[in-house]
């Protein structure tokens, strides 16, 4: 029986999620030459910026309002008013998203309000200038990411005529990397689904080196495609909690079909977002797609001697850790702790609906910090750790391999570019959870493992379920 | 009226004029004409894309943070704790502050009723968790700082509680115009709540404290050896590699050595005005400066002849490496841009490379700051005071420095421009200090710069496909 439960202890010790602005910054980069403005204290925008440096290793730039002290007695209209009015005249962005922080939000500036001014007084600059309310104390990174895609949703998409469409569909991918964004397009070129992305950051994020260096980083939706959004046959959201609440707005707003799907993460998962898209646009999945699902069927067959019965400890966000406990489930693999830092009755609800479904028992942890994870895995040791860097030092302490996914991995060069969706995304985890587990095992025994374990009989009952099989 | 040293990309924002001056014969000349000396220290135009941080910055990751065995909690929403989580490298003989981050965790709700209950419980549970913990230090944030929190209070509470230090900072983001301010508040507390606390028994005729060295990795294993082969002491290292113990008995010692000027003159003034404890600035990179450290730190205690063996016995070491490096390094041209000093230790240090600096900048400089860069800096150099993204790529791009010398975050925008790249904040492979790190930055200096990486993007490098923008 599958268990949900909160963190009791007050203080996070190490927790595994950052604040909303970083979510909002990240998602305004998948539209093309639109600028985000911070509305707070210079932290709140350099320490996101240095953060996804970090990750992404680009240059990453975000505007700040530069709160001090003196705005929090008068309030910050007058640097929000200048800090737009900067950055068009410097940049002249397609679109400007300002974010709202603790500190806007704690001494009550009405942001909305402040723009709709600055736009009076400039009827001239002609581009959306959105915003976002993110204080760090509502949610994590991505509520912002979220919300963002909301405001996106609410406010740019142009009135549409009934049965006028634009033949596309609108694919939401959530807080993803760029190579995960690459790989769902060369799923929609295969399917010849024409699409449009909310948002497209794989150009933006992961550029390349040009001679000359463009003004903006290439790539993106364009703000006229955000526009067009409202016309398109579909809505499909790849995450429920990044996105999920956009789609709803398409639905309600211009009465176009949502679809809201579990991450694309493993073979079923990416299974029923093709069969998505031929419910919506009747086109037949690839022979070269089937090929692909062949071989991660073949991928999966080829090491489970290596995998079954092994235990999976997963934190990260909600969608992501969804799919991959469907992935790791596929493996044979027995997902024990699964762990994200959204406090969500709805994600809890879902995740004991999973492990019914797949048979599985799971401590399901919501808000709650890797110290505790920590912990559980001192009292029931698993064999395998699936997370953003910051699980490095568990891995490390309890020599247990970590496999580097979501965000932020920080201490490795490339996994942005890595995509962990889609049938070949999937070939890739797999790949690297037996390579993990091999490389533990050391080079002599790699080849003949299963020969160089102690046999492991189970006592209670047959099957996997009990700590059998496995290491 | 702006004169030819001003930027192009400031041509919107004339308040930019103040800040950027040109090495002249008679000192400093301004852009905007006039005589007086470069604007710093007051507030970042908003949305000039500042590369500043908050104070909290400053006072949680510069001063409080290496401090190794002290339960580091933020109170306040979650991101500035994970934000300020293990990365920057102020390295110890222990890792327990760089493993371990916690945080009071505010939510909504926590925000509209107060978080002193909060952060009492958070403490207590942390000291649970870690009972070897030396004591806590607290860090406030912008949100718990708006509401009216009594933190202090709590601490005191708190410290009678645990039995421990419990150190509270005043360290809200918005209370600065930059990172620097939350030097200051960390000095300040540190000296009010600790220094002194403790009366040790023993002879510290001998005793010094390196003052203002983080031990960015490992920095302080290049010069301690030499201080104490001088037959010298080091009593306690503010704040890097430091236990809260150390940080107690400061005050007994006989010197202060005070590296970084601008984040920690602070203390060595309290500590001079109470317990007059003498100090004396030094710089501890480069061949001429680090020797004069030697002796000026001899000189005081009356061991000349003793500073020139050492010295003698060191440059014996690493000349030949250093006249090695000198020859391939010379006539490049240098762009600097750090928090502070070491735009103005690293001129010399440069020079005795063979090395020009032609360009130097500050995050968070006062006017000592640039006073120093003034008198070191070479006829015509380009100074900046808080520079901005694209301030920072004209300089790069007009003025064509071989090397350009900063942080993590603009270190991208340098390869984005092909521009050779030393990260001077956490180092690329270093310690960088003393005489042996001088080494070290010599050979990723010679690295960065002859990498054939560079030839092969100037030959190779194409326009962004689709553009017809001429080479």
Same mark, same amino acid.
Request: overall charge negative.
């Given at each position: 029986?599958?268990?949900?439960m909160? &963190?009791?202890?007050?203080?996070?010790?190490?927790?595994?999620?950052?604040?909303a602005?970083? !979510?909002?910054?990240?998602?305004?980069?998948?539209v093309?030459?639109?600028?985000?403005?911070?509305?707070?204290? &210079?932290?709140?925008?350099?320490?996101?910026r240095?953060?996804?440096?970090?990750?992404?290793?680009?240059?990453?730039?975000v505007?700040?309002?530069?709160?001090?002290?003196?705005?929090?007695?008068?309030?910050?209209?007058?640097?929000?008013?200048?800090?737009?009015?900067?950055?068009?005249?410097?940049?002249?962005?397609?679109?400007?998203?300002?974010?709202?922080?603790?500190l806007?939000?704690?001494?009550?500036?009405?942001?909305?309000?402040?723009i709709?001014?600055?736009? =009076?007084?400039?009827?001239?600059?002609? +581009?959306?200038?959105i915003?976002?309310k993110?204080?760090?104390? %509502?949610?994590?990174?991505?509520?912002?990411?979220d919300?963002?895609?909301?405001e996106?949703a609410?406010?740019?998409?142009?009135?549409?005529?009934k049965?006028?469409?634009?033949?596309?569909?609108?694919?939401?991918?959530g807080?993803?990397?760029?190579?995960?964004?690459?790989?769902?397009?060369?799923?929609?070129?295969?399917?010849?689904?024409?699409?449009?992305?909310?948002?497209?950051?794989?150009?933006?994020?992961?550029? $390349?080196?040009?001679d000359?260096?463009?003004?903006?980083?290439?790539g993106?939706?364009?703000?006229?495609?955000? &526009?067009?959004?409202s016309?398109?046959?579909a =809505?499909?959201?790849l &995450?429920?909690?990044?996105?999920?609440?956009?789609?709803?707005?398409?639905?309600?707003?211009?009465?176009?079909?949502?679809?809201?799907?579990?991450?694309?993460?493993?073979?079923a998962?990416?299974?029923?977002?093709?069969?998505t898209?031929t419910?919506? =646009?009747?086109?037949?999945?690839?022979?070269?797609?089937?090929?692909?699902?062949?071989?991660?069927?073949?991928?999966?067959?080829?090491?489970?001697?290596?995998n079954? !019965?092994?235990?999976?400890?997963?934190?990260?966000?909600?969608?992501?850790?969804?799919?991959l406990?469907?992935?790791?489930?596929?493996?044979?693999?027995?997902?024990?702790?699964?762990?994200?830092?959204?406090?969500?009755?709805?994600?809890?609800?879902?995740?004991?609906?999973l492990?019914?479904?797949?048979?599985?028992?799971?401590?399901?942890?919501?808000?709650?910090?890797?110290h505790?994870l920590h912990?559980?895995?001192?009292?029931?040791?698993?064999?395998?750790?699936?997370?953003?860097?910051?699980?490095?030092f568990?891995?490390?302490?309890?020599?247990?391999?970590?496999?580097?996914?979501?965000?932020?991995?920080?201490?490795?060069?490339?996994?942005?570019?890595?995509a %962990?969706v889609?049938?070949k $995304?999937?070939?890739?985890?797999?790949?690297?959870?037996t390579?993990? +587990?091999?490389?533990?095992?050391?080079?002599?025994?790699?080849?003949?493992?299963?020969?160089?374990?102690?046999?492991?009989?189970?006592?209670? $009952?047959?099957?996997?379920g009990?700590?059998?099989?496995?290491? | 009226?702006?004169?030819?040293?001003f930027?192009?990309?400031?041509?919107?924002?004339?308040?930019?004029?103040?800040?950027?001056?040109?090495?002249g014969?008679g000192?400093?000349?301004?852009s905007?004409?006039?005589?007086?000396?470069?604007?710093?220290?007051?507030?970042?135009?908003?949305?000039?894309?500042?590369?500043?941080?908050?104070?909290?910055?400053?006072?949680?990751?510069?001063?409080?943070?290496?401090?190794?065995?002290?339960?580091?909690?933020?109170?306040?929403?979650?991101?500035?704790?994970f934000?300020?989580?293990?990365?920057?490298?102020?390295?110890?003989?222990?890792?327990f502050?760089?493993?371990?981050?916690?945080?009071?965790?505010?939510?909504? @709700?926590?925000?509209?009723?107060?978080?002193?209950?909060?952060?009492?419980?958070?403490?207590?549970?942390?000291?649970?968790?870690?009972?070897?913990?030396?004591?806590?230090?607290?860090?406030?944030?912008?949100?718990?700082?708006l509401?009216?929190?009594?933190?202090?209070?709590?601490? #005191?509470?708190?410290?009678?509680?645990?039995?421990?230090?419990?150190?509270?900072?005043?360290?809200?983001?918005?209370?600065?115009?930059s990172?620097?301010?939350?030097?200051?508040?960390?000095n300040?507390t540190?000296f #009010?709540?600790?220094?002194?606390?403790?009366?040790?028994?023993?002879?510290?005729?001998r005793?010094?404290?390196?003052?203002?060295?983080?031990?960015?990795?490992?920095?302080?294993?290049?010069?301690?050896?030499?201080?104490?082969? /001088?037959?010298?002491?080091?009593? @306690?290292?503010f704040?890097g590699?430091?236990?809260?113990?150390?940080?107690?008995i400061?005050?007994?010692?006989?010197?202060?050595?005070?590296?970084?000027?601008?984040?920690?003159?602070y203390?060595?003034d309290?500590?001079k005005?109470?317990?007059g404890?003498?100090?004396?600035?030094?710089?501890?990179?480069?061949?001429?400066?680090m020797?004069?450290? /030697?002796?000026?730190t001899?000189?005081?205690?009356? /061991?000349e002849?003793?500073? *020139?063996e050492?010295i003698?016995?060191?440059l014996?070491?690493i000349?030949? #490496?250093?006249e090695?490096y000198?020859?391939?390094?010379?006539?490049?041209?240098?762009?600097i841009?750090q928090?502070?000093?070491r735009?103005?230790?690293?001129?010399?240090?440069?020079?005795?490379?063979?090395?020009e600096t032609?360009a130097?900048a500050?995050?968070?400089?006062?006017?000592?700051?640039? *006073?120093?860069?003034?008198?070191?800096?070479?006829?015509?150099?380009v100074?900046?005071?808080?520079p901005?993204?694209p301030?920072?790529e004209?300089?790069? #791009?007009?003025?064509?420095?071989d /090397?350009?010398?900063?942080?993590?975050?603009?270190?991208?925008?340098?390869?984005?421009l092909?521009?050779p790249f030393?990260?001077g904040?956490?180092?690329?492979?270093?310690?960088?200090a003393?005489?042996?790190g001088?080494?070290?930055?010599?050979?990723?200096?010679?690295?960065?710069?002859?990498?054939p990486?560079?030839?092969?993007?100037?030959?190779?490098?194409r326009?962004?496909?689709g553009?017809?923008?001429?080479?």
């Open positions: 029986m599958s268990t949900v909160k &963190q009791d202890r007050l203080v996070a010790i190490n927790p595994t999620r950052s604040c602005p970083i !979510g909002a910054m990240l998602s305004a980069f998948g093309h030459g639109s600028i985000t403005i911070n509305h707070g204290s &210079q932290g709140c925008a350099t320490y996101p240095h953060q996804m440096a970090r990750h992404f290793r680009e240059p990453i730039e505007a700040t309002t530069s709160l001090t002290e003196k705005t929090t007695v008068y309030g910050g209209k007058e640097n929000l008013l200048a800090a737009i009015e900067n950055i068009w005249n410097r940049f002249h962005p397609t679109m400007i998203t300002v974010c709202s922080t603790c806007s939000e704690t001494i009550g500036d009405d942001i909305p309000g402040i709709e001014e600055f736009q =009076t007084n400039h009827p001239d600059i002609d +581009i959306p200038i915003s976002v993110t204080p760090s104390y %509502i949610g994590t990174h991505i509520t912002g990411f919300l963002f895609l909301k996106v609410m406010r740019i998409p142009l009135k549409s005529r049965g006028d469409s634009n033949g596309k569909v609108n694919i939401i991918p807080w993803v990397n760029p190579g995960d964004i690459r790989e769902l397009k060369w799923l929609l070129r295969e399917m010849d689904v024409p699409v449009l992305w909310l948002t497209d950051y794989s150009d933006t994020l992961d550029g $390349g080196y040009y000359p260096r463009p003004h903006f980083p290439p993106g939706t364009t703000v006229a495609e955000l &526009q067009d959004s016309r398109s046959l =809505t499909i959201a &995450q429920k909690y990044v996105g999920g609440e956009a789609a709803k707005v398409y639905k309600k707003r211009h009465n176009i079909p949502a679809y809201i799907l579990p991450m694309p993460i493993g073979l998962n990416t299974d029923k977002f093709l069969e898209l419910e919506i =646009t009747g086109k037949p999945i690839s022979p070269e797609l089937e090929r692909e699902r062949a071989r991660l069927l073949d991928a999966i067959v080829d090491t489970h001697m290596f079954t !019965g092994l235990k999976v400890a997963i934190y990260g966000d909600p969608d992501l850790v969804h799919g406990v469907r992935l790791t489930t596929e493996m044979g693999m027995i997902p024990r702790f699964v762990l994200t830092a959204t406090e969500s009755k709805a994600w809890g609800d879902d995740m004991v609906a492990a019914d479904e797949l048979g599985i028992e799971l401590d399901i942890m919501m808000r709650t910090d890797l505790e912990k559980r895995m001192k009292a029931e040791p698993v064999d395998l750790l699936m997370g953003h860097s910051k699980g490095k568990l891995s490390d302490a309890e020599h247990v391999p970590l496999i580097r996914v979501g965000f932020p991995v920080e201490d490795r060069f490339g996994y942005h570019r890595r %962990i889609g049938y $995304g999937a070939m890739y985890l797999v790949d690297e959870i390579n993990a +587990i091999m490389e533990r095992r050391g080079s002599l025994v790699s080849n003949t493992l299963m020969a160089e374990m102690e046999e492991d009989i189970p006592m209670n $009952g047959g099957g996997c009990s700590g059998g099989c496995g290491g | 009226m702006t004169t030819e040293a930027f192009k990309c400031d041509e919107t924002i004339p308040e930019r004029a103040i800040h950027i001056a040109v090495k014969p000192g400093c000349q301004r905007d004409g006039s005589d007086c000396f470069i604007a710093s220290n007051i507030a970042t135009t908003p949305g000039d894309m500042t590369e500043r941080g908050c104070t909290y910055a400053g006072c949680r990751g510069v001063v409080g943070g290496p401090v190794k065995d002290v339960i580091q909690l933020t109170h306040g929403p979650i991101g500035c704790a934000f300020s989580w293990g990365y920057r490298p102020h390295l110890a003989d222990s890792d502050h760089m493993k371990y981050t916690f945080v009071t965790d505010m939510d909504e @709700t926590n925000i509209v009723f107060g978080g002193e209950k909060r952060l009492l419980k958070c403490i207590i549970e942390a000291a649970q968790e870690f009972p070897d913990a030396k004591g806590v230090f607290i860090y406030n944030t912008c949100s718990t700082a509401i009216g929190d009594d933190g202090k209070d709590v601490a #005191k509470e708190a410290a009678k509680i645990i039995g421990k230090p419990v150190v509270f900072f005043d360290c809200e983001g918005f209370r600065g115009v990172q620097s301010a939350g030097h200051h508040v960390g300040e540190i #009010k709540e600790l220094v002194g606390s403790v009366e040790p028994e023993g002879d510290f005729s005793a010094i404290n390196i003052v203002g060295d983080y031990n960015i990795k490992n920095d302080m294993r290049t010069f301690e050896p030499l201080f104490e082969a /001088l037959g010298l002491r080091i009593l @306690t290292r704040t590699n430091v236990s809260v113990d150390e940080i107690k400061m005050h007994k010692a006989s010197l202060n050595v005070v590296h970084c000027a601008r984040s920690a003159t203390i060595a309290m500590m005005s109470k317990y404890t003498p100090y004396i600035d030094v710089t501890l990179f480069g061949i001429k400066a020797s004069k450290a /030697l002796r000026d001899a000189a005081f205690f009356g /061991l002849q003793r500073a *020139e050492v003698e016995q060191e014996a070491k000349m030949p #490496k250093i090695y000198r020859q391939r390094l010379q006539g490049k041209k240098i762009f841009y928090g502070a000093p735009a103005w230790h690293w001129i010399e240090l440069l020079r005795e490379l063979g090395m032609i130097a500050t995050t968070f400089g006062h006017k000592d700051d640039y *006073e120093k860069i003034f008198n070191r800096i070479q006829e015509g150099a100074i900046v005071d808080n901005n993204v301030e920072i004209e300089i790069l #791009k007009v003025r064509r420095p /090397l350009f010398i900063s942080g993590n975050k603009e270190k991208y925008v340098a390869y984005k092909g521009v030393v990260n904040h956490t180092y690329d492979t270093g310690p960088y003393g005489f042996s001088m080494l070290n930055f010599a050979r990723d200096i010679d690295k960065a710069l002859h990498s990486v560079w030839e092969l993007l100037k030959a190779q490098g326009p962004v496909p553009t017809s923008v001429a080479h």
